[in-house]
Nanobody, 121 residues
Framework: VQLQASGGGLVEAGGSLRLSCVVSGRTFRGYAMGWFRQAPGKEREFVAAVTGSGLNTVYADSVKGRFTISRDNAKNTVYLQMDSLKIEDTAVYYC???????????????WGQGTQVTVSS
């Protein structure tokens, strides 16, 4: 399983970005997908996760109401729509895949390479 994240960039506070993560393989639907982020000097933290069917999602409190995770199983792609971005959202964002639906980074077996999101004032 290989993951390729994209969509990061520089945006002003209050703006929006949509991250994408394309997953190789024919069993995409069998994997829960998560988004995580890591800011300089900080540990990697959970952002959002979605079940294989796409019917269930969970969010970190810090992004609830602003970010939306979704997936298109026909395209082997998971998305993270980020609205009302704040300076503190600045980080490298990673997508991850695992058979289990979890918010714990070490439980995810497969990781993408990360995409930088920078929010300016």
């Amino acid at each position: 399983v290989q993951l390729q994240a994209s969509g990061g960039g520089l945006v002003e506070a209050g703006g929006s970005l949509r991250l994408s993560c394309v997953v190789s393989g024919r069993t995409f639907r069998g994997y829960a997908m998560g988004w995580f982020r890591q800011a300089p000097g900080k540990e990697r933290e959970f952002v959002a996760a979605v079940t294989g069917s796409g019917l269930n999602t969970v969010y970190a409190d810090s992004v609830k109401g602003r970010f939306t995770i979704s997936r298109d199983n026909a395209k082997n792609t998971v998305y993270l729509q980020m609205d009302s971005l704040k300076i503190e959202d600045t980080a490298v964002y990673y997508c991850a895949a695992d058979r289990s639906f979890t918010i714990i980074p070490r439980d995810y077996a497969y990781w993408g390479q990360g995409t930088q999101v920078t929010v300016s004032s």
